[in-house]
Structure formats: C-alpha cells, structure tokens
C-alpha cells in the first residue's frame, strides 16, 4: 500500500542552523510533492510544491530537493528562527486535481 | 478573500446525534477536499468533489458519513448518528485543479467531540 514517512520524533534545532526534514515514500509514483506548515490548532498551510523533473526548488529561505530514484524528499529551512518552529508535513500527489495524502509531519522546534 | 471557512469550529455532541460540518471554499477553487485529523492517523483524506461532483469518497469510513457539495459555494460532512470513535477535527480544503502551483488551501478546522 502507499506509505509517507516522515520521522514522527520531534526534531530540535538551534537558532541559525539549517533544519533538514526527511519525507520517504513507497509504492508511490508521484508528479508533485508538497510541503505545508501547520501550527496549533490550525490548518495546514501550503509552503513549496516540487514536480517530478524538477530536483530542487527554492523559496527565500526554504529550500526543496526532490529524488524520484531514492522516493525521497528533502525539505531545509536555512538561518532557521523560533517562529519556525511548528510541524511539518509532506503530501503527495499524483496528478493537478487530485488527492493528496499526507504524511503524518514532524514537529520542529527552533530553540533560541 | 476570507479564505476556506469552516463551522462551527467547536462542536460537542452526544454519541447518537446527528452532526452536520460546514465549508465555503474559496471562490473560483473548483475542488474541494474534507480531511479528518488525529494523532494517531494524522490527516486522511474523506472525499473530495472537483466541480461539485464527488471523485473519492472511498476514505469515507461507513455509511455513518455523508457528504454533499449542493454549489460551487458550498458543501456539507454529516454523520449519523455520531461516535466517540468520530472525535477528531475536520479540515476542508480546496484548490483549482490545474492550481498545482499554489497548493490547497485549508480551513481553520472544526474540531468535534463526541460524548
């Protein structure tokens, strides 16, 4: 069956480092890959969507690496910041309109 | 743009009643997507409409749960009668299907406990 995963321990970085979030998949063959922050009682919210040819995508201070061969997803956060702490999820789709399935996130806490 | 409204976004109810979720996606999204939230399973995907027409219900999780989307404005998660087992919260999103380049939007959720 198609499987996520995302390391379930919370991971703690100190303020200024770069936090690396790991996203594996299986039995899956995805066009786009997306990363979304959520925060306490809050929806996700939409952060970076890579595709499948695509290897690395950049926003500001986010940085996205997308391996079709190793079905994994690299996400970075650079010169990372308190307020970045939150948790992470990574979702999957297969094509525009579709579902997407979720990993279960990682929580990331930027200690000051 | 207000964004994807969800209500109510507390609901408590006693096993046996008949619950009723809101949304109003964004306008001019035309999916939309109901999502249920716990610790233990994290986000699964309900069902999801593209022009008001149901796609996928298949994570429906029995025929305790229905879902209709009457409008393009619109659309409704019930479940009768409810369970403690439904306690979770419900998140609706929505998208425009060739939008891929801005992801889905979520609503703030509705978080439902049943007694």
């Known amino acids: 069956s198609q499987k996520i995963e995302q390391n379930s321990e919370a991971l703690n970085i100190q303020e200024g480092k770069t936090a690396t979030l790991t996203c594996n998949y299986t039995?899956?063959?995805?066009?786009?890959l997306q990363w979304y922050r959520q925060d306490p009682g809050r929806g996700p919210v939409f952060l970076l969507l890579?595709?499948?040819?695509?290897k690395e995508k950049r926003k500001e201070r986010l940085k996205v690496t997308f391996d079709t061969t190793l079905k994994q997803s690299l996400f970075h956060i650079t010169a990372s910041q308190p307020a970045d702490s939150a948790t992470y999820l990574c979702?999957?789709?297969?094509?525009?309109?579709?579902?997407?399935?979720f990993g279960k996130g990682t929580r990331l806490h930027i200690l000051p | 743009d207000a964004g994807v409204i969800q209500s109510p976004r507390h609901e408590v109810t006693e096993m046996g009643q008949e619950v009723t979720l809101r949304c109003k996606p964004i306008?001019?999204?035309?999916?939309l997507f109901w999502y249920r939230q716990t610790m233990m399973r994290g986000l699964e995907l309900l069902i999801y409409?593209?022009?008001?027409?149901?796609?996928?219900d298949s994570g429906m999780p029995e025929d305790r749960f229905s879902a209709k989307m009457p409008n393009a404005s619109f659309s409704t998660l019930k479940i009768q009668p409810s369970e403690p087992r439904d306690s979770a919260v419900y998140f609706c999103?929505?998208?425009?299907?060739?939008?891929?380049?801005?992801?889905?939007?979520f609503g703030s959720g509705t978080r439902l406990t049943v007694v």
């Open positions: 999103a929505s998208s425009l299907v060739q939008g891929t380049n801005y992801g889905y939007t």
């Open positions: 039995n899956y063959s995805p066009a786009y």
């Open positions: 890579i595709r499948e040819n695509e």
């Open positions: 979702a999957l789709v297969s094509r525009p309109g579709d579902k997407i399935i």
């Open positions: 306008s001019g999204h035309n999916s």
């Open positions: 409409f593209n022009n008001n027409v149901p796609i996928d």
